[in-house]
């Protein structure tokens, strides 16, 4: 029987309470990977981040695991993302998480640097199969060479934008291959259009907080944000020429105002049809189909940058194991199960984004032209284009990106200019860096 549904710090004291008396240091004394025992009963536990349908998807998921391994039992547990953070903080500082937990890019450095997480290159080949995954997208859960993180689903940076208003305005999408002065163009020329329109239509929101673009940017300009020991690696120079970019759009009010934004949530500008774009994450697009109630949503891939292509695949979700797991190789096909069984990827699709492995992509049923199917063309199409490894965020980036955003939205009130917002923004960085 799985554990019933806990949330925030009554799941995290459960747990750290169980596990911590059940597992003790089994990860790290457990020696060599072996394949999965069948002659004893193994309990795992399962914790992962999302809501009610990602939990009901994940649940299907197991019992097809637990009927292909009936001496596996699988407890768990899931919150809102908040929350969920909160309880692996919790955990970890009893060296006490679950055996597998779902995982996110920019805290695989907090939990895997610290030895929280197993290293999993040992299971490969034994228990886990990453043959299927990206080279360039195993590299995001790892940390110095050595595998903490398994992506079980991918996504890249890109355009979402509104084909039917953009039409309705009299502008084309900018050109195949196109680079970052032909997106500030093009950005100008919606702009013009749309103040003709009722009600006025912009372009998109100010770019200057957007850290995930910020950090394409970078390499695409030849710049690898962080280090492999885990410091910043741009410089506020970086992050002045990156302010510098939008400073005309911005200056000439190109961008969704802030103020608007606001009294629009929790709306976005782009599904209430006053914003042609937004710069997001490409697996977003479905979703604000659904929301926009209309299958007018396209996707451009982001610049390509002046050396060419060099863009990376972002993990979605990843999956990890638990250093202190009593049951490493039961954890680590666990994983190998949700990264590879196509069954997973026929209950899931796209809902955790696309499956990292070509088998469960194709297990999933997709109407031609739905925009389930348009996102995999596009990442598909893709492919070639992807020629980097992801940078592994430096510890205490989530707070980082978050503080970016915050104060770019000071200089669109007006309350900051660009130079405080260089100043202040890097100073926070090399504060929270070195405080970690």
């Given at each position: 029987?799985?554990?019933?549904?806990?949330?925030?710090?009554v799941?995290?004291?459960?747990?750290?309470?169980?596990?911590?008396?059940a597992?003790g240091?089994?990860?790290?004394?457990?020696?060599?990977?072996?394949?999965?025992?069948?002659?004893?009963?193994?309990?795992?536990s399962?914790?992962?981040?999302?809501?009610?349908?990602?939990?009901?998807?994940?649940?299907?998921?197991?019992?097809?695991?637990e009927?292909?391994h009936?001496?596996?039992?699988?407890?768990?547990q899931f919150?809102?993302w908040?929350d969920y953070?909160t309880?692996r903080?919790?955990?970890?500082?009893?060296?006490?998480?679950?055996?597998?937990v779902?995982?996110?890019?920019?805290?695989?450095?907090?939990?895997?640097?610290?030895?929280?997480?197993?290293?999993?290159?040992g299971?490969?080949?034994?228990?886990?199969d990453?043959?299927?995954?990206?080279?360039?997208?195993?590299?995001?859960?790892?940390?110095?060479?050595?595998?903490?993180?398994?992506?079980?689903?991918?996504n890249?940076q890109?355009?979402?934008?509104?084909?039917?208003?953009?039409e309705?305005?009299?502008?084309?999408?900018?050109?195949?291959?196109?680079?970052?002065?032909?997106?500030?163009?093009?950005?100008?020329?919606?702009a013009?259009?749309?103040?003709?329109?009722?009600?006025?239509?912009?372009?998109?929101?100010?770019?200057t907080g957007?850290?995930?673009?910020?950090?394409?940017w970078?390499?695409?300009?030849?710049?690898?944000?962080?280090t492999?020991?885990?410091?910043?690696?741009?410089?506020?120079?970086?992050?002045?020429?990156?302010?510098?970019?939008?400073?005309?759009?911005?200056?000439?009010?190109?961008?969704?105002?802030?103020?608007?934004?606001?009294?629009?949530?929790?709306?976005?500008?782009?599904?209430?049809?006053?914003?042609?774009?937004?710069?997001?994450?490409?697996?977003?697009?479905?979703?604000?189909?659904?929301?926009?109630?209309?299958?007018?949503?396209?996707?451009l891939?982001?610049?390509?940058?002046?050396?060419?292509?060099?863009?990376?695949?972002?993990?979605?979700?990843?999956?990890?194991?638990?250093a202190?797991s009593?049951?490493?190789?039961?954890?680590?096909a666990?994983?190998d199960?949700?990264?590879?069984?196509?069954?997973?990827g026929?209950?899931?699709?796209?809902?955790?984004?696309?499956?990292?492995?070509?088998?469960q992509?194709?297990?999933?049923?997709?109407?031609?032209?739905?925009?389930?199917?348009?996102?995999?063309?596009?990442?598909?199409?893709?492919?070639?284009?992807v020629?980097?490894?992801?940078?592994?965020?430096?510890?205490?980036?989530?707070?980082?990106?978050?503080?970016m955003?915050?104060?770019?939205?000071?200089?669109?009130?007006?309350?900051?200019?660009?130079?405080?917002?260089?100043?202040?923004?890097?100073?926070y960085?090399?504060?929270?860096?070195?405080?970690?």
């Amino acid at each position: 029987m799985k554990l019933a549904r806990l949330s925030g710090a009554v799941a995290a004291v459960a747990l750290t309470i169980g596990l911590t008396a059940a597992c003790g240091n089994g990860g790290a004394d457990a020696g060599p990977a072996a394949p999965v025992s069948t002659d004893e009963d193994i309990t795992l536990s399962f914790a992962w981040w999302g809501n009610d349908d990602r939990a009901e998807k994940y649940e299907k998921a197991i019992d097809l695991f637990e009927e292909d391994h009936p001496n596996i039992t699988v407890q768990t547990q899931f919150q809102a993302w908040d929350d969920y953070w909160t309880a692996r903080s919790t955990e970890a500082a009893g060296s006490a998480l679950p055996d597998v937990v779902q995982m996110d890019a920019g805290y695989v450095r907090q939990y895997g640097a610290t030895g929280q997480l197993a290293e999993l290159d040992g299971q490969v080949g034994v228990n886990l199969d990453v043959d299927g995954v990206d080279d360039t997208a195993l590299a995001s859960g790892q940390i110095e060479g050595t595998t903490y993180a398994v992506p079980v689903s991918l996504n890249t940076q890109s355009i979402i934008y509104n084909a039917k208003l953009l039409e309705e305005l009299g502008v084309e999408p900018p050109a195949e291959g196109y680079g970052w002065d032909d997106l500030i163009s093009w950005f100008a020329d919606v702009a013009e259009a749309g103040a003709k329109h009722d009600p006025q239509v912009y372009p998109i929101g100010d770019m200057t907080g957007n850290s995930p673009w910020f950090l394409q940017w970078l390499v695409q300009q030849g710049r690898a944000p962080f280090t492999d020991d885990g410091q910043i690696a741009f410089t506020k120079d970086d992050v002045q020429a990156w302010a510098d970019l939008w400073a005309p759009l911005r200056d000439a009010q190109v961008f969704f105002p802030a103020k608007r934004a606001a009294q629009l949530e929790p709306k976005t500008g782009l599904n209430s049809r006053e914003v042609v774009a937004e710069a997001n994450w490409d697996t977003l697009m479905p979703n604000y189909v659904a929301e926009l109630g209309s299958d007018d949503l396209q996707l451009l891939p982001i610049p390509t940058g002046d050396d060419g292509k060099k863009m990376y695949w972002h993990s979605g979700v990843m999956l990890s194991a638990s250093a202190s797991s009593s049951h490493p190789d039961a954890a680590a096909a666990l994983i190998d199960f949700m990264t590879n069984d196509p069954r997973v990827g026929e209950i899931f699709g796209t809902s955790k984004g696309v499956p990292a492995t070509q088998a469960q992509k194709d297990a999933m049923a997709l109407e031609d032209g739905s925009p389930d199917s348009r996102l995999i063309a596009y990442e598909d199409a893709a492919k070639d284009d992807v020629t980097e490894p992801a940078p592994v965020p430096v510890e205490g980036y989530g707070e980082i990106e978050a503080e970016m955003a915050r104060l770019s939205e000071e200089v669109q009130y007006g309350k900051l200019t660009e130079d405080q917002f260089v100043d202040q923004w890097f100073a926070y960085v090399q504060d929270t860096v070195k405080q970690s």
